[in-house]
């Protein structure tokens, strides 16, 4: 019998194109900027990357599983042993609704607490992505050690 779990999920709603805001995602250049400190690529359907956050000391390998038009699938180890995340974006004219699922987190008292420290952190990268595209502001560039 499968244990119980449940996927973390984040709907925000940015006030740029859906292109700019998927090319914000996909491309390192840009997600250096307000996510990641380094990545060995694009993200692209087949891709194998490691991204890197110097200001905590970590690094992680990204499967990258699927990349279209309106969604990026990949699988990392971020979550604990390695977690699904589907980044799905839906345009509404020059609006972008963008949903951060990932999961499954076992629902047990460590799953659960690695399921609130992922909401946290896609709830962190939603706020970061739209004040550097609405404003240019890199969130992460006075954290220590970058």
């Known amino acids: 019998m499968d244990k119980p779990s449940v996927p973390v999920r984040v709907d925000y709603t940015i ?19 307000y996510f990641i400190t380094n990545s060995s690529g694009r993200m ?20 990258v599983h699927e990349v279209t038009d309106d969604k990026i699938a990949f699988r990392w180890a971020a979550g604990g042993e390695g977690t699904q995340v589907t980044l799905s974006l839906e345009a509404a004219g020059n609006t972008t609704k963008l949903v951060a ?20 952190g896609w709830t962190d990268f939603c706020c970061s992505l739209r004040a550097y595209l609405h404003h240019g502001v890199n969130l992460r560039k006075n954290k220590p050690a970058d």
């Open 15 to 33: 006030e740029r194109p859906l292109t700019e805001v998927r090319e914000a995602i996909v491309d390192p250049r840009h997600m250096t900027q």
């Open 101 to 120: 699922t990932e999961g499954p987190f076992e629902m047990s008292e460590q799953g659960v607490a690695l399921a609130l420290q992922q909401t946290q």
């Open 44 to 63: 692209e359907t087949g891709a194998q990357l490691v991204w890197e956050w110097r200001d905590v000391g970590a690094k992680c390998d990204v499967h």
